[in-house]
């Protein structure tokens, strides 16, 4: 019966203190997202056409900020609706540090903007653990699915915090 109860309080724990993580949500529809790939095509299939639609974008567009816009549409955030990953990054939502669930964006120099995106899953040190849309295996830009990714900080150009938003 101690058993039961202690597992009980734990199962409660876990419940209740899951609402207190920012992005806890968002990354759970993030997580689940893992393993869809492109069909068809580049940047084509139906999830990802389902990811671009969410932003008003068709197939061949990039889509890692059309995964972003759809994840929060998912949790029932008003904003962020874009399929432009520099327009994730609002003055007033950047953050120094990142923490779970905030959204962090990769600037590209022959770009000359940010170029890539995604979410943040862990802080470990240096790395950051992410979830990110339209990038492979070796972490490119202009990938094939939905993959967990690390990324040293330094590569990171910007970080935003859409917990301190008031759009759900």
């Known amino acids: 019966m101690a058993s039961v109860r202690f597992f009980l309080v734990i199962i409660c724990f876990v419940v209740a203190g899951a609402g207190n993580v920012p992005g806890s949500n968002l990354l759970g529809v993030a997580t689940a997202e893992l393993g869809v ?11 990802v056409e389902t990811y671009l639609a969410a932003v008003g974008l068709k197939k061949p567009e990039p889509w890692c900020a059309a995964f ?10 008003a904003k962020p609706r874009t399929g432009w990953s520099p327009a994730l990054f609002p003055d007033r939502l950047v953050v120094k540090k990142p923490v779970p669930g905030c ?6 120099p022959e770009l000359k903007r940010i170029g890539h995106c995604g979410f943040v899953t862990q802080v470990k040190g240096d790395w950051i653990g992410t979830i990110e849309g339209n990038t492979n295996v070796s ?9 967990r990714r690390t990324r040293h900080v330094r590569t990171i150009c910007k970080v ?9």
């Not at 790939?37 to 084509?44: P, Q, S």
């Not at 959204?103 to 590209?108: E, L, S």
């Open 139 to 147: 972490g490119g830009r202009e990938g094939d699915g939905v993959y």
């Open 103 to 108: 959204v962090f964006g990769i600037y590209f």
């Open 37 to 47: 790939h492109e069909v068809g095509g580049n940047n084509a299939g139906a999830r």
């Open 160 to 168: 935003a915090d859409y917990s301190k938003s008031d759009n759900l």
């Open 68 to 77: 972003v816009s759809w994840v929060f549409k998912q949790c029932g955030y």
